[in-house]
């Protein structure tokens, strides 16, 4: 059974930094690509992140852009989301997400795995 477990979430003041961790078990995703997705109250989940976990290969979404990193541990089938200059409106639940093969795709159904959720909440 394929199990997607993030940690790391919790409440931070405007400007600081949070590193979310999401370990994969069940499966090996050496070949494959993870991502963090969010959603905020009221709003649809939205792509923030992916890497293929083996080239090393990411997309961000544009509001993330030079503040956030996607990184991988292969060997520990992990990915993780440092998250830097953090600002209230990026509180939301943070998703991990996996999917088959190489291509980082932004849609919610083109992913085959979700983790249950960390809560970020960023305070002003």
């Known amino acids: 059974q394929v199990q997607l477990v993030e940690s790391g979430g919790g409440l931070v003041q405007a400007g600081g930094s949070l590193r979310l961790s999401c370990a994969a078990s069940?499966?090996?995703?050496?070949?494959?690509?993870m991502a963090w997705f969010r959603q905020a109250p009221g709003k649809d989940r939205e792509f923030v992140a992916g890497?293929?976990?083996?080239?090393?290969?990411?997309s961000y979404a544009d509001f993330v852009k030079g503040r956030f990193t996607i990184s991988r541990d292969s060997a520990k089938n992990t990915a993780y989301l440092q998250m830097n200059s953090l600002r209230p409106e990026d509180t939301a639940v943070y998703f991990c997400?996996?999917?088959?093969?190489?291509?980082?795709?932004?849609?919610?159904?083109?992913?085959?795995?979700w983790g249950q959720g960390t809560q970020v909440t960023v305070s002003s």
């Open positions: 997400a996996a999917k088959f093969g190489q291509l980082i795709l932004l849609s919610t159904t083109q992913y085959d795995y």
């Open positions: 890497i293929s976990m083996g080239v090393g290969r990411t």
């Open positions: 069940g499966r090996t995703f050496s070949r494959d690509v």
